[in-house]
């Protein structure tokens, strides 16, 4: 049998159009995947933050006294509380690296982002509390303004924004890990639940 | 009917083609595999330190529940030490900590043999939140 001019080509097209159909539906996979994890973390992340909340005096809620009139007064404690509730949920170590080589999270969490927003309904002023670069919170009052996180949510009780940065696995291949960097941000509000 | 060269050219291309294929299935599913039940593991975690903000503590029928879930994942050696599992009061810290033995499949390719092996990892997952939990006197 004769054999056609062409034919490994055909072959070769065949061949890599099918590795490439692959590749297009392991990236979905791994988008999905990706998406998942990214949602088990912003959970994760919001119970950090109520945690953190939690940090308020007993006292002024037990009373007859108004959500609306609770503050967060001690942004350093409110802090390491967040930073110890998020480590127990993600199962990090004391550097925020994952414990287990089978968490999908490949490297160190960093906390980009920390912002307490107290709101007095009295003259509805905001006081913005930020976590800077050395670890210290930097205050300002913001008077009679609309203020918002930076997720967009305009603040009408105290508030805690976070975000934070880690790399999640997307394939393994004997020895190579490939990584994608994820920034999940989420805003809790004192009154929810 | 005799083989040609290119015949033989192009049966080589295609198993080298199949075995490649075949490689990067077994790999990404394996992996897949394992990410997928530790995630399970981390859904079912979830699911319990909420009953235990609602509660206060992880209580005996949820335990026996929460062991029951990880039984039907496929987790052995189930064990929820340190977990809280008195009532604490509002604020307070409630923890579940969950150890368990995972069983990972681990292909090797030697000598042209490929083989699968079953290795039992040791894994812990932890959950912790703040109690919801009032009892009588307000606390």
Do not use: W
């Not at chain 1, 002024?60 to 509730?85: H, M, P, W």
């Not at chain 1, 008077?143 to 009408?156: A, D, E, L, M, R």
């Not at chain 2, 879930?69 to 050696?77: I, Q």
């Amino acid at each position: 049998m004769k054999k056609k001019n062409g034919s490994l080509i055909i072959t070769a097209t065949v061949f890599f159009t099918f590795i490439f159909i692959m590749i297009i539906v392991f990236y979905y996979v791994m988008l999905a995947q990706i998406h998942e994890e990214n949602e088990m973390v912003r959970s994760d992340m919001v119970a950090s933050e109520h945690a953190a909340i939690k940090q308020i005096d007993l006292s002024t809620v037990s009373g007859n006294k108004e959500l609306d009139q609770i503050k967060i007064t001690n942004c350093d404690d409110a802090y390491e509380r967040f930073k110890y509730y998020l480590k127990m949920n993600l199962n990090l170590d004391d550097n925020f690296m994952p414990k287990s080589q089978y968490n999908f999270i490949k490297g160190k969490v960093k906390i980009k982002r920390f912002i307490i927003y107290n709101l007095n309904k009295n003259d509805l002023s905001v006081e913005v509390c930020t976590l800077n670069s050395e670890g210290n919170f930097e205050k300002r009052i913001v008077k009679n303004g609309n203020v918002s996180t930076p997720k967009g949510n305009y603040i009408q009780h105290t508030t805690i924004h976070a975000c934070i940065d880690f790399n999640v696995a997307t394939y393994k291949f004997g020895k190579f890990t490939g990584t994608q960097e994820v920034s999940p941000s989420e805003d809790v509000d004192i009154t929810e639940e | 009917m005799k083989k040609k060269e290119g015949d033989i050219q192009d049966f080589i291309l295609q198993m080298i083609g199949i075995v490649i294929c075949f490689i990067m299935m077994l790999c990404g599913i394996d992996y897949a595999d394992t990410v997928i039940k530790y995630n399970d593991a981390n859904e079912i975690a979830r699911k319990y330190i909420l009953r235990m903000e609602a509660k206060g503590y992880l209580a005996s029928d949820d335990q026996a529940e929460l062991e029951s879930d990880m039984d039907d994942k496929g987790f052995s050696n189930i064990s929820l030490a340190n977990s809280t599992t008195t009532q604490v009061h509002y604020g307070e810290e409630v923890k579940l900590v969950i150890n368990f033995q995972e069983t990972v499949k681990a292909f090797k390719l030697e000598n042209f043999k490929l083989e699968v092996t079953n290795d039992n990892k040791n894994l812990t997952i932890t959950k912790a939140s703040t109690a919801l939990y009032f009892n009588e006197d307000g606390n």
